[in-house]
């Protein structure tokens, strides 16, 4: 009888010991946010002054190293004007499903940030017009003022988890969504 209540004290303790570790295991898998999928980008300025509208996109429905991406730069900006600034992040990959990535990109607002990067010879200037919950730029409306005329390139990046408040794309950090760089006059 002795030896029963051994074996079956030894049962007991060793199930407890094992209850005991498994519930204390801390390595629970982290829910990852997978990145962005991003096929489309429409970017709409609209002149304040006359309310005209220049369109500029950029459509890769295969994704990277497929067929080519389809830009449509935009059309030639008018010189020393101020234009209102949206944009649109589409996954265009179903064509029977296209989610609206712009409102992910807004609900997770502390996670991401739109950059508008013109190139040095661009005469062109890109003011937020949003915020994070945190008061840290966002970027899915803004205004960009435009100077004298010139030619050059208009660099579109959405950042996924870069550091904020940031001084611009250089030390943001994060991670790319999706970079376009569309050609840009100003007339």
């Keep these: 009888m002795k030896l029963k209540f051994k074996n079956l004290w030894m049962l007991f303790s060793l199930l407890l010991a094992v209850s005991i570790v498994t519930s204390c295991d801390d390595d629970d898998p982290e829910m990852v946010n997978e990145e962005e ?24 429905i295969d994704g990277p190293g497929g067929n080519d991406p389809v830009i449509s730069d935009p059309s030639a900006f008018a010189a ?15 064509p029977s499903d296209v989610e609206d ?3 992910e990109v807004g609900e997770e607002d502390d996670e991401h ?17 949003d ?8 970027g899915l409306m803004g205004s960009a003022a435009t ?12 950042r996924h988890e870069p550091t904020k408040p940031n001084d611009g794309l250089a030390d943001a950090g994060g991670e790319t969504d ?7 006059t100003i007339q």
């Design 131 to 138: 915020q994070d919950g945190d008061g840290n730029p966002l």
């Design 37 to 60: 999928v991003i096929t489309t980008v429409n970017v709409t300025f609209t002149n304040q002054a006359d309310q005209s509208v220049i369109t500029a996109s950029f459509r890769d």
């Design 178 to 184: 999706i970079s376009v760089t569309f050609d840009v």
């Design 101 to 103: 990535i712009t409102e």
């Design 113 to 129: 940030q739109v950059f508008y990067v013109a190139s040095t010879a661009l005469n062109f200037t890109y003011t937020y017009g």
């Design 80 to 94: 020393d004007a101020t234009y209102s600034v949206s944009i649109e992040f589409l996954n265009e990959s179903d």
């Design 147 to 158: 100077g004298a005329a010139s030619t050059g390139t208009l660099n579109i990046v959405l």
